[in-house]
């Protein structure tokens, strides 16, 4: 048993430096080494000629020129350029492997969805699964030399069971100046749609299930398509090549070992083997082989992706799962486990050792007992008893805050308390106007008050411009009546014709309250008699219709005075004013 195990063992550790001497032979170190050769003798070259063919003062002027070199050849920025090229092209690699077609995830869902173990039914299945390898094909097969040389032409792929003649010829007939890749995928999608027509698809959603999974990989095929197509600028490829070389010329002068008896500054010592400058040679120019390795992987080279096992594989694994696999499934039966709640699968000697239970890194913290018991907050206390003490003292304090109001509150105000609210002043009209400032906040305040009013009277109904008001009658043409509604309003005309206009407020310089005569028209017209005040606003500025002495009013006499001028012409309209109160009642 136990010369088992060690033979065992030996074989693994043959087989590991077997791998290991293959990786040598078949990794970047292959690339490298030729390169690392040239370096390494044209240092030693380079070291001779200074101390053995030099005189002293050809000696001084390279030791001056090897210090120039050693302190500015760190103005290079290698470690910068090479690694954000690096990072592209990494990233750039890893993509394309992410965007090879594999067609796992299709034959799974043909296999499903596609019903019927007849021979129909059977044609169907793999005919689309051959489809779907043909894409991947002939994608492969344009970015990818190695697949190219194994199918150089279309004839290679009719020979290869990839395409029928017949399948051949509708290429030929549709041959157009691009790549056709694309063409046996729209094959694939009329043929899943004949199907489900045909009833071997069941559901409409399975289908779209099926062509979604089929788009997923025709979009992989399109992207390695624009990968082969949009390649990293060459630009870009060439500075980050010049600075690497040109990075290990200035060292091949800068890094030698000067004579420690002139006591140079940073060369006390005298080394043969430049130990770190070899190193860092190996880990710049393979970084930089790194990425010109992986700037295209579809080549040939033994780092690069193997296309022609993919091809191989897909399409041994697809057709073996849409026919031979199709609807054959094993014999349901009870597992080894039924019967117990927490199952534990066996270990194997070699694995026994990591048979040991994980709850989290903080499981085995222990605490003790008076650590674990909670603390009060001192700020919640502190709050607590403030808030208890400002209680005690509002109180005894006279002092009230104003309450808080948003937009909703202020809606049920009135309009006069809104406007002083915002500042406006409240008395600007006399006694009288205090008194009907007082009876409207009165009347406003709740939201009852506010709802039972009507809409013209609501507070902000006035807040949009209205049209004017006029006692001219509104003539239409000859052969054309009224229309029903302005009727209605023809109607009120014996009530309201008697209305007249009187100025609102002083405070609105552009604005007159429609009031009624006499409180008559109130009773006779029930609805006149909810209308309280309705200011109409209209625009002043133009003044040519208005009557003469409100135009010498508007040119010369400031709002203030428009009580005093009318009262002194004795103008109709200011009778309204005394009877302001009765009107209202």
């Known amino acids: 048993m136990t010369v088992t195990y060690s033979s065992q063992v030996a074989n693994a550790r043959l087989g590991s430096f077997s791998r290991l001497l293959l990786c040598w032979r078949g990794s970047i170190y292959k690339l490298l080494y030729g390169e690392f050769l040239i370096f390494l003798i044209c240092y030693y070259i380079i070291r001779f000629i200074y101390r053995m063919a030099l005189t002293d003062d050809q000696q001084v002027i390279f030791e001056k020129l090897t210090l120039y070199c050693n302190s500015y050849i760190q103005l290079i920025p290698i ?48 005919t689309l699964m051959r489809y779907a390898n043909l894409g991947n094909v002939l994608i492969l097969r344009s970015v990818s030399a190695a697949v190219y040389k194994r199918f150089p032409s279309p004839q290679h792929l009719v020979k290869a069971g990839f395409m029928t003649p017949s399948e051949h010829k509708h290429l030929q007939k549709l041959s157009l100046p691009h790549n056709s890749f694309w063409m046996p995928w729209v094959w694939f999608a009329n043929l899943s749609t004949k199907a489900w027509i045909g009833g071997r698809i069941r559901d409409p959603v399975l289908l779209q299930s099926l062509l979604n999974e089929m788009n997923t990989l025709r979009t992989q095929c399109g992207q390695l398509y624009a990968y ?31 004579n420690p008896a002139k006591a140079y500054p940073g060369h006390e010592m005298d080394l043969v083997v430049p130990l770190f400058t070899f190193l860092q040679f190996l880990f710049y120019a393979g970084w930089l082989k790194v990425a010109e390795q992986l700037i295209n992987p579809f080549g040939e080279d033994d780092d690069d992706f193997e296309t022609n096992w993919i091809v191989d594989r897909s399409l041994q694994v697809s057709l073996l799962a849409v026919d031979e696999m199709h609807q054959d499934l094993p014999p349901m039966e009870r597992d080894m486990y039924w019967n117990e709640p927490e199952p534990h699968p066996p270990y194997t000697a070699a694995s026994a050792q990591s048979r040991r239970p994980f709850f989290g ?26 808030g208890i003490a400002g209680r005690f003292r509002g109180l005894q304090s006279h002092d009230r805050q104003p309450p808080r109001t948003n937009s909703k509150t202020k809606l049920l105000w009135p309009k006069k308390e809104v406007l002083s609210h915002e500042g406006q002043p409240k008395n600007l009209g006399g006694v009288g106007q205090d008194t009907s400032d007082q009876e409207d ?34 003539v239409f043409p000859p052969g054309q009546s009224a229309p029903s509604s302005f009727h209605k309003v023809l109607d009120m005309d014996d009530t309201v014709k008697d209305q007249s206009l009187q100025p609102a407020t002083p405070r609105s310089k552009k604005s007159f309250e429609l009031l009624p005569e006499s409180a008559g028209a109130s009773t006779e017209y029930p609805e006149v008699s909810h209308m309280r005040r309705k200011t109409v606003e209209f625009n002043l500025t133009d003044m040519s219709e208005a009557p003469e002495h409100l135009r010498e009013l508007h040119v ?24 302001r109160d009765e009107a209202h009642s």
């Open 79 to 126: 470690s910068f350029v090479l690694g954000f090229y690096v990072t592209l092209v990494v990233t750039r690699w890893w993509n394309q492997y992410e965007n090879l077609p594999w067609p796992d995830r299709l034959m799974n869902l043909v296999s499903c969805f596609v019903e019927g173990k007849d021979e129909q039914g059977r044609l169907l299945r793999r």
């Open 228 to 258: 082969d197509w949009i390649s990293i600028p060459l630009v870009y490829t060439q500075v980050v090549t010049v600075a690497v070389y040109s990075f290990f010329l200035a060292c091949l002068i800068g890094r030698q070992f000067l």
């Open 361 to 386: 890194s903080t499981f085995n913290i222990s605490l003790d007992k008076e650590d674990m018991e909670f603390q009060p907050d001192p700020e919640e206390e502190e709050s607590a008893h403030t």
């Open 441 to 474: 906040s009165e009347a406003w305040k709740g939201e009852d008050a506010f709802k039972s009013t009507v809409l013209y009277g609501r507070s902000g109904y006035h807040s949009a411009p209205q049209t004017p008001l006029s006692h001219t009658p509104m």
């Open 556 to 579: 010369g006499q400031s709002t203030s005075n428009i009580h005093t001028i009318l009262k002194d012409r004795g103008d109709p309209y200011w009778a309204l004013e005394n009877n």
